[in-house]
Structures are given as structure tokens and as C-alpha cells.
């Protein structure tokens, strides 16, 4: 079993559960879980921890930009199809 836990900012905690969404089905072979201020990863064959670090915090990094448009982006749609 291969196992590591990737630390991640306070700042970004309001966004792993939709971050971790995102990247069980991108990696269904991967045991994501929330632990604490990381991401605990497992899996029963290796995997690449660089580019497996680089790949969670652009999901977590994702879900905070997504989360922030989020207005902007309504008010956008209202104006352009008047809804």
C-alpha cells in the first residue's frame, strides 16, 4: 500500500470536499480522503507524488476561483440573457 498526505493552506479549506469530487473521478484508483490540514492519498500501486501534488492543488486552486466568480458569472448571465 502507497500512501502520502499532501498539506494544503487554510485558506483553500473550504474547498476540498469539491476539489476531492473533481479528482476521484479523474484518479478512481486513488483513496482520497480529507485529513486534518491534507489530502491522505492510497493506493495499492504507485503513482507519480509530483505530479499527483501538482494536480490536487490545481483542483483545490480551481474550486476557490470557481467558488469566487461565482457571482460575477450570474450577473454576466443576467445581463447578456436577461434572466
Given at each position: 500500500?502507497?500512501?502520502?498526505?499532501?498539506?494544503?493552506?487554510?485558506?483553500?479549506?473550504?474547498?476540498?470536499?469539491?476539489?476531492?469530487?473533481r479528482?476521484?473521478?479523474?484518479?478512481?484508483?486513488?483513496?482520497?480522503?480529507?485529513?486534518?490540514?491534507?489530502?491522505r492519498?492510497?493506493?495499492?500501486?504507485?503513482?507519480?507524488?509530483?505530479?499527483?501534488?501538482?494536480?490536487?492543488?490545481?483542483?483545490?486552486?480551481?474550486?476557490?476561483?470557481?467558488?469566487?466568480?461565482?457571482?460575477?458569472?450570474?450577473?454576466?448571465?443576467?445581463?447578456?440573457?436577461?434572466?
Amino acid at each position: 500500500m502507497h500512501e502520502i498526505t499532501i498539506s494544503y493552506e487554510d485558506i483553500l479549506k473550504p474547498y476540498v470536499k469539491d476539489a476531492l469530487a473533481r479528482l476521484g473521478y479523474i484518479f478512481p484508483e486513488l483513496d482520497l480522503v480529507s485529513s486534518g490540514s491534507g489530502i491522505r492519498v492510497r493506493s495499492s500501486n504507485p503513482f507519480d507524488e509530483l505530479a499527483l501534488k501538482k494536480e490536487i492543488r490545481y483542483a483545490l486552486y480551481r474550486s476557490k476561483i470557481r467558488a469566487e466568480g461565482a457571482q460575477n458569472r450570474a450577473a454576466l448571465y443576467s445581463s447578456v440573457f436577461g434572466k
